[in-house]
């Protein structure tokens, strides 16, 4: 979706998961998913820690929340369709930090990338750090550089930097990415306190005028 920061590409599949953990400790008032339609966002489900649970009767029966703990807050669609295509928000009203929101987008199966065979190998451990630099061919202006963390069923955006230094992260990874993208030659990023689900492929992808550099690694 044009200027829309989307933080996970899902793929569409006959059961779909829609990952939302809030990684805070602030106290969860209400979560609510929505689904962005042309004009409006659609109201999906909402999960209350006192009044339970409510999903809207179009999607009762084909949605169901996986754990529906404090902080994991997953959607599950089953028995999907091509109408599940599209934009969905992961919003969570919190005290006092107020709304934290996930945006996550299902794509058709043709229209998913595929993550080409990786060489570059990066070892770390659980609860570590690890760092990745991506070098790109000097000369040329880069204008966009996108970080990614990429596995079977979905892509996530771990941040975006632009030619003008402004960076932005992909809600699993802001307050736990340090990104440096002052260097015309090269990108940095550091993440911290590795878990279990970052044992994956990460992919840098530098935009300059109409020429693309991507660089993978798998840790």
């Keep these: ?3 829309k920061f989307v933080d996970s590409t899902v793929k569409l599949t006959d059961k779909v998961k829609l990952e939302c953990v809030y990684p805070k400790k ?3 008032i209400q979560t609510s998913w929505l689904k962005l339609n042309v004009t409006h966002k ?3 489900a909402v999960l209350h820690p006192i009044y339970g649970i409510h999903i809207k009767d179009k999607y009762n029966g084909r949605v169901y929340f996986e754990n529906a703990s404090r902080e994991d807050v997953s959607l599950v669609f089953i028995k ?3 109408e599940d295509v599209g934009l969905y928000y992961c919003s969570i009203v919190t005290y006092p930090d107020g709304i934290w929101e996930k945006v996550i987008e299902i794509f058709q199966p043709d229209a998913f990338e595929e993550s080409e065979k990786q060489n570059n190998l990066v070892f770390t451990k659980p609860e570590g750090n690890v760092a990745f630099t991506c070098p790109y061919k000097t000369g040329d202006s880069v ?5 990614e963390r990429i596995k079977a069923d979905r892509i996530d955006t771990i ?3 632009s030619l003008s230094g402004k960076q932005s992260f992909g809600s699993d990874f802001k307050e736990r ?3 440096d993208c002052s260097d015309q030659a090269n990108s940095t990023i550091a993440i911290q306190n590795i878990t279990a689900s970052d044992f994956a492929t990460y992919r840098c992808v530098a935009t300059a005028g109409n020429k693309t550099y991507a660089m993978s690694f798998t840790m």
């Design 1 to 3: 979706v044009e200027g």
């Design 26 to 28: 602030a106290v969860i």
């Design 42 to 44: 659609e109201n999906i």
């Design 80 to 82: 999907s369709t091509l």
């Design 143 to 147: 204008q966009q550089v996108k970080w």
């Design 159 to 161: 941040a975006l930097c």
């Design 177 to 179: 990415t340090l990104m």
